[in-house]
């Protein structure tokens, strides 16, 4: 009987370079696991695969070793302990997301509350190519959210409130753009140096600014064989409604104007990027 190797992968079972062996890539949401999880993987690799795993560069686990007539006893094994398989080939791939505003001090928003909201919404959708999706929490980045197609990063949109300002100076110095500035005791802001990283706001004693929590989206981002640096159309994305509507218009785009094989970034170079901005702009505005 013939094997379907394309079914497999699609599946998330990889050939490997040893005859009828594969590498299990699985189902991970924003780099999350739970100790169940992790107990079920570790044991289906013991009993299944070589006895290790691999964790890849966008927070999946791999088992590798798993052998072509155990695929079946394998998937329900994991199924036991609420472990599924993943995706590979051209369709939307792994969200992943840094541990954000639940955790994370710097962080701006619930990443991981995201990212399985898009996972929901998106996961294995059929595609020209893989469309990968990254959330970072805030300005410093750690998950490079402009190296994927659809990088979407936290941040926030700050006001000073000059009645409660008591002109410490202390979100002068946590301010990285020289945005805000103390001179002969008063405090005054450019906010078109303001970068929404939100060090003011946290750094703040007073409580002397008012915070809109919101997205700095990009687009066309890459990294492999071409690298390319994702761009943005709207500076700061404050809603959230509006946030899932220029992603399904992403979506949308590269679904309707790519070529088979095409990443999404060679899909805006040929279209032209002001056609797919144009269509993000409507969406912000009308959504």
Not at 87 to 100: D, E, I, K
């Amino acid at each position: 009987m013939a094997v379907d190797y394309a079914a497999l992968k699609k599946g998330g079972f990889m050939r490997q370079k040893q005859k009828n062996n594969f590498s299990l890539r699985l189902r991970v949401v924003g780099g999350n696991l739970t100790a169940k999880q992790l107990a079920k993987i570790a044991e289906v690799s013991e009993k299944y695969g070589d006895g290790y795993v691999h964790l890849t560069s966008r927070q999946s686990v791999e088992i590798p070793f798993i052998k072509l007539e155990q695929i079946d006893e394998v998937k329900n094994a994991l199924a036991q302990g609420e472990v599924a398989p993943g995706v590979c080939g051209p369709r939307v791939r792994t969200v992943t997301a840094c541990q954000g505003a639940a955790v994370c001090p710097s962080g701006c928003i619930d990443t991981y509350a995201l990212a399985k909201e898009l996972d929901e919404r998106y996961y294995a959708r059929e595609l020209p190519h893989k469309f990968k999706f990254g959330i970072t929490g805030c300005q410093n980045n750690c998950l490079k959210a402009e190296e994927n197609d659809l990088g979407i990063k936290g941040g926030i949109q700050v006001k000073w409130v000059e009645d409660a300002c008591i002109q410490c100076g202390v979100c002068v110095k946590a301010c990285r753009t020289e945005a805000i500035t103390l001179e002969d005791g008063k405090i005054s802001i450019d906010y078109s140096k303001c970068n929404f990283c939100g060090r003011c706001t946290k750094a703040c004693p007073a409580d002397a600014y008012e915070e809109t929590h919101g997205y700095i989206v990009s687009f066309g981002g890459l990294f492999g064989n071409s690298i390319a640096q994702g761009e943005s159309v709207i500076p700061f994305i404050e809603d959230h409604e509006k946030l899932l509507k220029i992603c399904d218009v992403a979506i949308q785009f590269f679904e309707k104007h790519a070529k088979a094989g095409e990443r999404f970034k060679f899909t805006l170079d040929r279209v032209g990027h002001d056609v797919f901005e144009k269509e993000i702009r409507e969406a912000y505005e009308n959504g």
